[in-house]
């Protein structure tokens, strides 16, 4: 019988209706919405989707059930449409699965089941959501669903696809109530299987019966399940299905048939008795492996296969399977290898992955000896060179190692054993990566205490030592194939940093292991680059071990013969300990390792290390990665630790070991250059403390034969060790130097320097590189010997040895470098300080020149041979005697373009920021060796006549155009004036004399006054101190005369010059100018009179200096002189004018000009007055000079006026417009007096000192300015016009108008001000401000302009009806003056073109207070009323603001009569396509809310209703400005309303500021309106119904939303006594899913999902 009952026809079955019908309008809803679902546009599509979800959680049946309807009626031809369908009743169900009826889960049954069965073909995107419906009714109804799937599964016919992938579907989603009704829809399968030839329905089945394996094995894992049901109760029905879908499908070509048949009968066999299992299991395993060939997915194969397995290494089942693991091992080891080696991210190789893994975990569970045996087997690499099989087994041990601990327990030495070879020849970075898992898996299994651990971790070590050579050379490679590798050589190093130093910090076991064995690692040079981890791993086993006085902690070393030996260990870690900051904090942790160790190595010196490593550890702590770090003082710290520990051992045989082995390690640094360096130097500090000549001299050998002469570290550090060797055995080191330098070349007879005149050298001995360390060492011996012995051997040893080699015809610059570094050594170690004595070096200005030779451009010379010749020179100027000026000119001039033209590098194109810091720190080394080579000479002739010589040559740069030169040479001339001080007051300078004053200051700081405001900062600061220290240094000297030390007080007026000097950094270019001047003003006290003229002269050259900022504050400086002491100047003023006259002619700087023109402007008064209408003449725009001159002029208060009066005169009263009738046509143009005038005028206003003339004269410049913008709307071009815009400007600014100053910064206000039609908007808004800032200047104005609302020019009239249009507004307590301007605006109304202004008068009369507004009431309201609708629209909307604010002040008595007429003929304007219209009329209709509280009351009550919904539409109009004349509406009307509700809403919400949310809005609103005038709902709606047609869009929206909330809302008790219409409404709202904007389309849905329940 069927679960539906008697069967109906297909035509029965199509007119009956299924909808569960609610009788209401909601029906209709739904039916529109579910016909609309499908629209076209995506939004709209999920808006009525997300509404019927929305109905279908109120109403869920009448949703459900009409979707059902549609798609039987209609959905046969609307495929996507029943598809979308299909998916939201599936979101239903999930929503509200557990409350739909039985009834409507049969219809939804029964649909689901037609559509995923009306087609044979299988059609997933339509058949699958519906299969998915019967799924999830399942879950609540299995058994109606089930039995509806097995009447459509009758015995001996094959069901449809879907039918059967339901039903193994439903059974995987409910095994507890499906599983027992399972053996017989199996049994219906079995005789069908062997009919079933499409592939896809073999896909089904075999899917299927997976499922319901699956389910079988999930119901049997339940201990609530029927315990009548077991395995046994489907033997009968899996094993014939198994035979067929083994035997005859899993062969199959369809890869997707064949993957879901090995899956299907990996379940089976857990659901198959177990003797048929095993006797099938021979057949299977071949079978399943061989589809991994096939296949190039292999999920489903492994999780079958994995099922096999787990079934199959069961005790029972192993005989069975253990001739099969072969096979299998086979297939599936070298598959994961692969899989492991692809290394894909995606979730389904992931899951394979694990699969393959878990079989190996089942195996190796059952088969252990097999399994270890099979994979060590696959790890040896003479047998297997795949890298990708190696990886992959070692994946597998590691797999195995952590998760079958307990199972191969007694295979843990067998499986170390297996991975040795790796150990010990593995190159695959890949495999090398996963050993390293392996062992640190293996250290937390207990694995590396066993014999062959060791050698594990030595291959981790191996790793961390991989030397960064082999990194580089892989990322070159790397890079050249564009190519990024998941593992590289740097990661796996870091990786196997961290590994061991886990394996020893987390597994206790591990320190056995490790001590003592990782001292083996500490000395072979293939291990250095790990040595960080090693003594960090050391350290820390060593320390717990002696904090604990463990009894392994103390060593014998004679005993572990393995182990270096303590000197070994001692030289090799403190010789690395020289690069501290080397990968992995190499300093610190060597520190910690020594410390930690030092009882083992050597008792006696533990306790100096425990206090002296934490202070060393500290340090590199505190400085590294800053600036104070420094290589040089770090290593020689690092010597005094071995000096210190030489010294406290003091054993001469220990020392001598430390020797030995030091020389054997030497070999280990051979491409560490640095390292080396250090080796050599500990090597020779070592020598240093032995007495053994032989020794001595053979280390000595060994030490210059295994340098690389060529590399400059190692050269140094060869140096060095003969240098620390020499300080005790200065002869061995002579001699063996001499022996080593061979026969000295030949020398020609042109004496010491005959390099000069050319000439080479020749004969034996080293060459090359080898002579360039010879020549260091004996700049080392000279240094570090015995001052006294030194001298001794000067001449005869070192000089003698070193002399040939000097004047080599071709030198290279590498030769050069170290030639000036010995040179330097040498002149050091002559130095007095160093020799304690006296000592006169007589060659040493051959040595200078020498090295200005060096020095000079060539191919052979380098930056750092410049540097160092710097440095060099410095060094022989200190000596004795006083270099003479001669050479000391020669000397700077020579050296000081390699510093001050030496341009900065600056970032871009291909130079990089580290190529910019790179070529800055060379500037700055440069900078430091020449101002101290500057120094040096000023420290030998300590004078100010020297200073001057040293300046006159820098100054060549002083002016340059570039920056950087001018810091620099002032930085240099700074520099020596603070020297010359310090040299003086501490009294080591050689004085050159008793001198009583600075000579040539005059001059010397008139080359600085420019400088003084240098665009530069640092020049300026720099400038400013350098006149400072000059007074100071001339105080001084005048001070000190006669005096046994020199008086350091600085004079009293340079008090202030320190916080002058720290204003003028951060100063902006006028407050420079201002500490200028008070330096001028410093300067004119301190400056004696017989240096002012020279002062002055070279200032003025600083007019014409190419900086604007410096020619200026030159300017600045002659002026404040001239001030204070131009009367002692009187014969040289002519002179003085005549330079700054000339100086005009070309200077280019306003404020270099008007510096000057301030300089000169006692002269110029005299001739002001003749020269204004000349001035005058001068065409338009006006020059700089006329500018300046005219306001020199006005600056005068005695002028200022005369001029304003003049110049306001002409252009009000003079010709304007002049006619040019030369062409065809008349051509009026601009009178240019008029043009010149008011240029004039807004050059006089730039001045700030005309605020008093201008408010003095107030009401005549305004009037004259603003009649001068209708005078220049005339003319051929916009010259005038332009040209008024700007004085009028400068006038607003020179007066302080703040007010119009805010409204003509307003771009569409100034716009308008340039228009010749709109002008007049802005002339209003400034005489608005005008009166409301000067309302005591009405009068004024209204006298002045009054004669020119007659006037000839349109623009003077539109002008003068402007001012009074807007003066109305600002009459106060004045009747007399109101109603001669309203009478004037009367008179000219019939003037077109002053008619606007007119309207805009009248409404303005509303301003004037309500008394005035009732006097010429009907007066206005008739003129403004004749207007209100006139074509002009700019005319009706200022005609409705007008009204608008006097119905704001008139009595009602004066409205009420014509208040309806009012809103009738408003209302027309709501709608209109002007935004300011409408605005216009809302506001104006807004304003009515006066009239309706009296005689007016009812009958504006019904209008305001009658309007009401278009106010509150209109608050979402596209308009601002109608959305805020809506909302003050809106608040106005509601007290009228006479609900308080809605006055409170209203104010809560209808914030004109704010954004309104107004879908919310319009809710709450209904609500109200609900609650209160449940009576007019219905015309709301009917009303907002209308708008449906509206041509914009926003008001179609908000009319659909409206008419949502107010249905929505309407309580069930007052859906009666609101009378709304649902029938009509609802039509119209459905009805709006038919128009075409999806905006309203979409609202329209979301206004349904509202109605829901009607």
């Known amino acids: 019988m069927s ?89 239903l169900l999930e929503f509200d699965l557990y409350n739909i009826s039985e ?12 559509e995923m069965t009306k087609e044979k073909n299988v059609e997933p995107e339509w058949q699958g959501p519906a299969a998915v419906i019967l799924v999830t009714i399942g879950r609540r109804f299995p058994q109606p669903v089930w039995t509806v799937l097995v009447e459509l599964f009758p015995p001996g016919s094959i069901p449809h696809y879907f039918v059967i992938k339901t039903m193994g579907d439903l059974a995987t989603a409910n095994p507890n109530e499906i599983v027992p009704n399972l053996k017989e829809v199996m049994a219906r399968a079995l005789p069908i299987l062997g009919q079933i030839k499409k592939a896809n329905i073999r896909w089904v089945f075999a899917a299927s019966f997976g499922r319901w394996c699956d389910a079988v094995q999930t119901y049997l894992a339940d201990a609530d399940a029927d315990k009548t049901i077991t395995q046994e109760t489907f033997s009968s029905e899996v094993y014939p299905a198994y035979e067929v879908i083994f035997n005859n499908w899993i062969g199959t070509k369809e890869s997707k048939v064949r993957l879901a048949c090995v899956n299907a009968v990996g379940q089976m066999c857990a659901v198959m008795p177990r003797e048929q299992f095993e006797s099938q299991l021979a057949r299977i395993i071949p079978v399943v492996l061989k589809l991994y060939g096939k296949e190039k997915k292999h999920l489903l194969i492994t999780q079958g296969l994995s099922t096999i397995l787990s079934v199959a290494c069961e005790e029972p089942s192993r005989p069975m399977m253990e001739p099969l693991l072969s096979i299998t091992l086979g297939v599936i080891h070298p598959l994961l290898c692969s899989t492991i080696a692809a290394n894909s991210d995606s979730p389904e190789a992931i899951r394979t992955t694990n699969e393959l893994l878990r079989c ?62 790796l150990v010990d020849n593995e190159t695959s970075l890949e495999v090398r990566k996963v050993l390293c898992q392996v062992v640190i898996a293996m250290a937390s299994q207990g694995y590396l205490q066993l014999e062959g651990g060791q050698r594990a971790i030595e291959f981790v070590i191996k790793q961390s030592a991989i030397p960064q050579s082999e990194i580089d050379q892989f990322n070159a490679a790397a890079a ?48 250095t680059e790990a040595l960080h981890v090693v003594c960090k791993c050391l350290g820390h086993i060593a320390r717990t071990k002696r904090e604990t006085n463990a009894a392994d902690y103390l060593l014998d070393f004679d005993k572990e013969v393995n182990l270096p030996k303590p000197p070994e260990l001692i030289v090799r870690l403190l010789v690395m300990l020289n690069e501290p900051l080397r990968r992995g904090n190499l300093g610190a942790m060597i520190l910690s390792c020594l410390q930690s160790i030092g009882p083992v190595l050597n008792p006696i010196v533990c306790n100096m290390w425990d206090n002296a490593m934490p202070k060393l550890a500290q340090y590199i702590e505190s400085n590294a990665g800053t600036p104070s770090w420094d290589s040089n003082t770090w290593e020689d710290l690092t010597l005094r630790l071995l000096s210190e520990t030489i010294k406290i051992t003091n054993d001469e045989e220990w020392t001598q070991s430390l020797g030995d082995e030091l020389s054997q390690q030497l070999q280990y640094y051979e491409g560490q250059p640095n390292v080396k360096k250090c080796a050599m130097k500990h090597m020779g500090l070592i020598l240093q403390k032995l007495n053994r000549k032989e020794f001595i001299k053979a280390k000595l050998d060994m030490i210059f034969e295994n340098t690389n002469h060529g590399n400059e570290f190692e050269r140094q550090g060869c140096a060095q060790a003969f240098g620390f060797c020499s300080a005790s055995h200065l002869d061995i080191v002579l001699d063996k130097i001499k022996t080593l330098s061979g026969p000295a070349p030949a020398k020609k007879s042109g004496g010491f320097f005959s390099m000069f005149s050319g000439g080479g050298g020749g004969g034996g001995g080293p060459s090359g590189p080898a002579k360039q360390t010879l020549f260091l060492c004996l700049g080392y011996v000279a240094s570090y010997g015995s001052p006294k012995l030194v001298l001794a051997r000067l001449d005869s040893h070192l000089l003698h040895t070193l002399e040939p080699y000097l004047n080599a015809k071709a030198m290279k610059a590498d030769t050069k470098e170290v030639l000036i570094q010995s040179i330097d050594l040498v002149a050091k170690a002559l130095h007095p ?117 040293i300046f006159d040559i820098l100054v060549e740069h002083l002016n340059s155009t570039k920056d950087y030169q001018r810091v620099r040479v002032i930085g240099s001339m700074q520099l020596l004036l603070k020297k010359f001080i310090e040299f003086k007051s501490s009294g080591e300078a050689e004085d050159a004399g008793i001198e009583d004053a600075f000579a040539a200051i005059g001059k010397t700081l008139g080359l600085l006054v420019p400088r003084c405001s240098d665009p530069e900062p640092q020049v300026r600061m720099a400038a400013l101190e350098s006149i400072e220290l000059i007074f100071f240094i001339d105080n001084m000297l005048r001070t000190s005369v006669g005096q046994d030390t020199y008086n350091l007080t600085p004079p009293q007026q340079l008090q202030v010059a320190h916080e002058l000097r720290g204003r003028m950094e951060d100063a902006d270019i006028h407050e420079q100018f201002l ?117 020199v002029i006005v600056k005068d208060p005695n002028l200022g006026t005369q001029v304003i009066d003049h110049l306001t005169d002409i252009i009000n009263n003079s010709q304007i417009l002049e006619e040019n009738t030369s062409g065809s046509k008349p051509v009026c143009t601009h009178a240019p007096r008029a043009l010149s005038a008011t240029a004039a005028l807004g050059e006089i206003f730039e001045l700030d000192e005309m605020e008093e003339v201008v408010n003095e004269n107030f009401s005549q410049i305004f009037c004259s300015l603003l ?17 008024i815009l700007t004085t009028f400007q400068n006038f607003v600014n020179c007066a302080k ?20 039609e709109d002008f007049h908007y802005t002339i209003t808004d400034i005489i608005n401000s005008v009166c409301k800032t000067h309302a005591e200047e009405m009068n004024a104005i209204y006298e002045f302009i009054l004669p020119y609302l007659q006037g000839n020019f349109t623009g003077q009239r539109i002008v003068t009806a402007a001012a009074f249009a807007e003066m109305i507004r600002h009459i106060k307590n004045d009747q007399a003056l109101l109603q001669q301007i309203i009478n004037n605006l009367l008179t000219i109304m019939v003037d077109q073109s002053l008619k606007l202004m007119t309207i805009r008068g009248l409404g303005n009369i509303a301003d004037a207070g309500k008394e005035e507004v009732n006097r010429f009431s009907s007066t206005v309201i008739d003129a403004l009323m004749c207007s209100i609708d006139a074509d002009d629209e700019v005319i009706a909307m200022e005609a409705m603001k007008g009204l608008a604010k006097v119905f704001e002040l008139v009595d009602e008595s004066c409205v009420a009569p014509i208040l309806v007429n009012i809103c009738h003929r408003i209302r027309p304007a709501f709608e209109k396509d002007h935004e300011d219209i409408r605005s216009a009329s809302f506001q104006l209709f807004g304003t009515l809310h006066r009239f309706g509280n009296d005689q007016g009351a009812s009958i504006f009550y019904e209008q305001i209703h009658n309007n009401f919904p278009a106010l509150f539409l209109h608050v979402n109009d596209e308009s601002e400005l109608v959305r805020r004349a809506c909302k003050r509406a809106l608040k106005n009307f509601a007290p009228l309303m006479k609900a308080q509700a809605l006055v409170d809403f209203f104010n809560e919400v209808l914030d004109e500021e704010r954004e309104l949310n107004y879908n919310e809005f319009l809710n709450r609103l209904s609500s109200i309106l609900i609650e209160h005038f449940p009576e007019r709902l219905n015309f709301y709606v009917m009303t907002s119904i209308e708008f449906y047609k509206s041509h914009w869009t926003c008001l179609r929206v908000g009319a659909a939303a409206f008419t949502g909330f107010a249905l929505g809302n309407v309580p069930e008790e007052k859906k009666h006594a609101v009378g709304l219409n649902p029938s009509i409404i609802t039509a119209a709202i459905i009805g709006l899913l038919k128009q075409k904007s999806p905006e309203v389309r979409a609202e329209a849905a979301t206004a349904m999902s509202l109605l829901h329940h009607y």
């Open 833 to 949: 300080s160093h020799l304690q004595e006296q000592y006169t070096f007589r060659r040493r200005d051959e040595f200078i020149e020498l090295l200005i030779n060096y020095m000079a451009p060539s191919k052979e010379v380098s930056q750092k041979c410049r540097t160092l010749g710097l440095n060099t020179c410095s060094t022989l100027i200190h000596l004795d005697p006083a270099m003479a000026p001669e050479l000391e000119e020669k000397l700077i001039k020579a050296t000081m373009r390699y510093f001050y033209e030496r341009a900065p590098v600056e970032v871009g194109g291909k130079v990089t920021q580290a190529h910019a810091d790179a070529d800055q720190a060379v500037v700055e080394e440069l900078r430091d060796t020449f101002n101290e080579m500057l120094a040096a000479i000023l420290y030998m002739d300590c004078s100010t006549i020297c200073l001057g010589r």
């Open 1075 to 1191: 500490i200028v001047h008070q330096i001028s003003a410093i300067s004119a006290q301190l400056l004696p009179a017989a240096e002012l003229t020279p002062f002055l002269v070279h200032s003025i050259k600083g007019l014409n200096d190419p900086h604007p900022s410096s020619s200026s504050g030159t300017c600045v400086m002659l002026n404040g002189m001239i001030k204070i002491r131009g009367e002692m100047v009187t014969e040289e003023v002519p002179n003085l004018v005549d330079g700054m006259l000339k100086a005009m002619e070309s200077i280019t700087d306003e404020k270099t000009m008007n510096g000057t023109l301030h300089s000169l402007r006692t002269l110029a008064a005299h001739h002001l007055l003749s020269v204004v209408e000349e001035l005058l003449l001068s065409p338009t725009p006006h020059s700089q000079n006329i500018v300046k001159s005219i306001q």
């Open 3 to 91: 679960f539906f009952g008697k069967k109906t026809t297909k035509a029965q079955a199509v007119s009956k209706s299924v909808v569960m019908a609610t009788g209401g309008k909601v029906d209709d809803i739904v039916s529109a919405l579910i016909d609309s679902a499908n629209d076209s546009n995506k939004d709209v599509k999920n808006k009525i989707i997300e509404s019927l979800k929305d109905i279908g959680r109120k109403q869920p049946e009448l949703v459900l059930s009409s979707c059902i309807q549609f798609i039987k009626t209609q959905g046969k031809s609307k495929r996507e449409h029943v598809i979308l369908l299909l998916h939201l009743i599936i979101q």
């Open 360 to 421: 190996f975990e089942i195996m190796s569970a059952g088969f252990p000896d097999i399994l270890c045996s099979y994979l060590l087997g696959k790890l040896d690499i003479t047998k297997v060179k795949s890298s990708t099989v190696r990886a992959g087994t070692l994946n597998i041990v590691k797999h195995l190692v952590t998760r079958l601990d307990e199972q191969l327990a007694d295979k843990k030495e067998l499986i170390l054993a297996g991975v040795r070879p």
């Open 1297 to 1316: 108008l703040e007010a119009i100053q805010e409204k003509l910064d307003k771009k569409e206000r100034w716009a308008k001000l340039e228009s010749n």
């Open 1267 to 1283: 009649l001068r913008f209708g005078t220049t709307r005339y003319g051929k071009t916009d010259e005038a016009s332009k040209q």
């Open 480 to 527: 050249k194939k564009k190519a990024t590798p998941d593992i590289t050589p740097e990661k796996l190093r870091s990786m196997c940093d961290n590994v061991l130093h886990l394996a020893t910090t987390t597994v206790p076991a591990m320190s056995t292991v490790l001590w003592p064995y990782l001292f083996e690692f500490i000395i072979p040079p293939q291990y």
């Open 103 to 114: 009834q409507l889960a049969i219809h939804l049954i029964q649909m689901a089941l037609g």
